[in-house]
């Protein structure tokens, strides 16, 4: 674990690091190695696990902890304190294509970023997939190996494919039977 130090910023790769020079990092995050960041920004504390990449236009807020192997592409807002699991996929384009109609690679003037907020204190199992344009709402959790296809409601905890709600959380515990709020 590397915590950044100013050559860690600005000389591209370094230590097995990527690090472009137009990334913002905050103070005291901690970089493991093989890691991919461009255009983005991290905030002070946050903890980033090997084999993550963070595109551009993505924000990662303050004291979070993002583990190894996840990918958080364009358009993603994480906001303070939350946690993403291993493996994490963000997405960003509900109907991908590789060409645009003429038959050429499409660029970036050839679709629309769908933007996805992870709302504070917020957690992501490992595995997980979190599909475009969605909320994810304050501490709230997803369970691991779910596909989120909708808004997660604050303090839910949601869990499968697709995610379901399977009960809401009560302050910072899980809610124990008598406090379940909601199923679906
Ligand atoms: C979602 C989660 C928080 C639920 O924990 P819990 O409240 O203790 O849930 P339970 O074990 O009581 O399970 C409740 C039901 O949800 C199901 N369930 C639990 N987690 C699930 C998951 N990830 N995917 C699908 N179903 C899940 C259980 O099978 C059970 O179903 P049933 O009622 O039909 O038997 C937890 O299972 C989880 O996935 N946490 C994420 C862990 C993680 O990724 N950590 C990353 C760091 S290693």
Same mark, same amino acid.
């Given at each position: 674990?590397?915590?950044?130090?100013?050559?860690?910023?600005?000389? $591209?790769?370094?230590?097995?690091?990527?690090?472009?020079?137009?990334?913002? /990092?905050?103070?005291?995050?901690? /970089?493991?190695?093989?890691?991919?960041?461009?255009? =983005?920004?991290?905030?002070?504390?946050?903890?980033? @696990?090997?084999?993550?990449? #963070?595109?551009?236009?993505?924000?990662?807020g303050k004291? =979070?902890?993002? &583990?190894?192997?996840?990918?958080? =592409?364009?358009?993603?807002?994480i906001e303070d304190n939350v946690?993403?699991?291993?493996?994490?996929?963000?997405?960003?384009? +509900?109907?991908?294509?590789?060409?645009?109609?003429? $038959?050429? *690679?499409?660029?970036?003037?050839?679709?629309?970023?769908? +933007?996805? #907020?992870v709302r504070t204190g917020a957690?992501? $199992? &490992?595995? &997980?997939? #979190? *599909?475009? $344009?969605?909320?994810?709402g304050k501490k709230?959790?997803?369970?691991? @190996? &779910?596909?989120?296809?909708?808004? #997660?409601?604050e303090?839910?905890?949601?869990?499968?494919?697709?995610?379901?709600? *399977?009960?809401?959380?009560?302050?910072?515990?899980?809610?124990?039977? @008598?406090?379940?709020?909601?199923?679906?």
């Open positions: 674990m590397t915590t950044t130090k100013p050559e860690h910023r600005r000389d $591209g790769m370094n230590s097995y690091l990527c690090v472009a020079p137009d990334v913002k /990092l905050g103070s005291d995050v901690k /970089l493991s190695k093989f890691i991919n960041l461009y255009g =983005c920004e991290i905030g002070d504390e946050t903890k980033i @696990g090997a084999f993550v990449e #963070v595109q551009k236009n993505a924000t990662i004291r =979070c902890k993002i &583990s190894s192997h996840t990918f958080i =592409c364009e358009g993603v807002t946690f993403i699991g291993h493996g994490v996929t963000f997405i960003n384009d +509900r109907f991908p294509r590789a060409t645009s109609a003429g $038959g050429k *690679l499409q660029t970036e003037a050839d679709w629309k970023v769908e +933007r996805t #907020v957690s992501i $199992g &490992s595995g &997980s997939t #979190v *599909l475009s $344009g969605l909320t994810i709230a959790i997803v369970g691991a @190996g &779910s596909t989120v296809t909708k808004d #997660v409601p303090n839910a905890i949601v869990a499968g494919n697709p995610a379901k709600i *399977l009960r809401y959380m009560v302050d910072n515990a899980p809610a124990d039977s @008598g406090a379940i709020n909601a199923t679906e």
